[in-house]
């Protein structure tokens, strides 16, 4: 890559990447995979370069004060979106050719932002007040500050998201001119645009709200503590603990990404960080490339699903289901934890088949009680945000006490010590960072004030218990299809959003507890992470590999295959809520850990299914029957009613399959060029 970023300024590679740990062409083909994704973005030297960054500190600075202060809901939310359109058209350029180049539709863009928000703000209650019979300038505003909006999502994310929230919004203008039981009664801007631009059901609705006071807030904490080097630690800590033996590669990724993508939250970051360092040991072992890549995904998909960060959407969970963030985390621990022992079988599977082929040399590493004893403080972050809930600090308060631990705590030791420049580039990353997402959020509320408007989400909901025959098991298949789709084309973020507000309700509608229905929910719209065309951390672990992006993501499916069939235990089975560790009132928690129990067995026998390997190399009849009894045991209620205690059934039918295998050799190794 030519050309060297400005102080504060990161480069086009998310910055918990180390883009020196990668050649030139492979990190060009990163950096764009991940411009297809995140969009274009400016590399501004001299005084411009240092304006942005000055632009960038600045929304950092004003969101720690908001998190410290009281500032009313209605000025952060409009600050927030001002702040994200400034620096959207400041470092976005309209189309790739105008890269590095500030144009005088930049400013223009820029100047309207401003004004919208200036607007908004100075407007106060009468502005509100009067979004039933608004004035003609606040028509004006409004459908200005709207194109804004899209026009900086599709900067910052792409064309699709854009195209998503302007077809809702000519159903909302046209849907009387649709059949029952699509149609509505049709409105008019008059009536859409105020709705969308002044109230808090539209653009400035509770996804803005949740980027304002949380998201942001996390993503200067991963910043920060990028800056002070624990990701590198995490990576090392685990390579270390393996011995950093070839025959050790894969337990490494699956260890490394649970430590790294904790703290990180990012997929794709987690994805690249290991891939730099585990590639050679995995290719040296026989991984295939496309193999290894699968893997490498889907450890970094683990880091949108791990306590203590999750992805951005864990914190719309909360504000939708009006929770703490602390009992989120507390949903998520047992399904986080089942997710990396799924990868751990799937990964010592790998090792039966490929055997001990070319075990080659250990990677030279520093033992792991000279790394703790160096920089052990770094564990901190994995635990000082709950800690701090834990003490009955809100979500706010805790993670932004968590970063003055993480700066303190990087003063032990000289070369991790954030320094006031460090602390600025932290800074200005961070609130880079969520500029993409502050847009998402904002287009994203277009979305779902066209459908609050228009009642499209009961609609949708009786749409689909009509088509399932009023079955669950049904219902949540049909519902698992549509956010998984709806995946296909958006982020996670906005995937979650859409479909928490769409599909969520019509298994609450069936009895669903709300909190499992949208941990569902939550799990389906992560898969849209490995899922083309917005595949993003399977592409980037193909280009440092070297296979085809989509054998890649093949591979990437096979990896999470397993995982992904345990949300439908949350919503099936009355009992399933305890892997969610919550209680009915005839549960307890002995019935918890036999859940967990049934569900990690499930999950070892699809691992087995899904490999095509357990005591020796299985035929497709025995794959078939593995993956049987998987099902059996995870999601028995896919039988219910049909056979007496499937999962029995299930947990009998992997014990004669491993029996019946004792007779045959006992793994086949098999050397797999990479």
Known sequence: MSGAAPPGLPRNLPPEIDADALDVDTAAKVERLIEEEEGIQNRFTGWIGHAATAVAVAMSLFHLWAAWDIVPTTTLRFVHVGFALALGFFLFPVARRFRNRFMAWDAVLVAAGIYCTWYLIAGGDDLLDRYVFPEPMDLVVGWLLVALVLEATRRTTGWIMPAVAIAFMLYSFYGNLLPAPWAHRGYDATRLIPHLTITLDGIFGTAVDVSATLIILFTLYGAILQSTGAGKFFVDFSFSLTGGKPSSAGRTVVLSSFLLGGPSGSGVATTVTLGTVAWPLMKRVGYRADDAGGLLAAGGLGAIISPPVLGAAAFLIAEYLKLGYLDVLRMAVVPTVLYYASLLFMVELDQRRL??????????????????????????????????????????????????????????????????????????????????????????????????????????????????????????????????????????????????????????????????????????????????????SPFAAAAITGAGPYRTTLQAWKYTLPAFVLPFVFVTDPEGVGLLLSLTPQMTWLDVAWQILLAAGGLAALAAGCQGQARRTLSLAERAGFILAGLLMVFPALLDGMLPAPHWLGIGLAVLLLVLQRGGPAGVARNRPA
């Open 355 to 536: 055997g001990d082929v070319a075990p080659g040399e250990a990677m030279v590493v520093t033992p792991w009680r000279e790394l703790v004893r160096r920089y052990g403080f770094h564990f901190s972050s994995l635990v000082a945000i709950v800690i701090f809930m834990a003490l009955g600090y809100s979500a706010t308060l805790a993670v932004l006490y968590a970063m003055v631990v993480a700066v303190a705590l990087s003063w032990i030791r000289r070369e991790t010590a954030m320094t006031p420049r460090r602390l600025v580039e932290a800074l200005a990353s961070g609130a880079i960072q969520a500029v993409g997402i502050a847009a998402t959020c904002a287009c994203a509320g277009i979305i779902v004030g066209c459908i609050t408007l228009t009642g499209l989400g009961l609609k949708f909901s009786e749409i689909a218990i009509q088509a399932a025959g009023g079955s669950l098991v049904v219902t949540a298949l049909y519902t698992a299809l549509i956010v998984w789709v709806v995946g296909l084309a958006v982020p996670v973020t906005a995937s979650y959003i859409i479909s928490a507000v769409v599909a969520a309700p019509a298994l609450m509608k069936l009895g669903v507890p709300d909190y499992a229905a949208h941990m569902f929910v939550f799990y389906y719209a992560v898969l849209s992470e490995v899922s083309p065309p917005t595949a993003l």
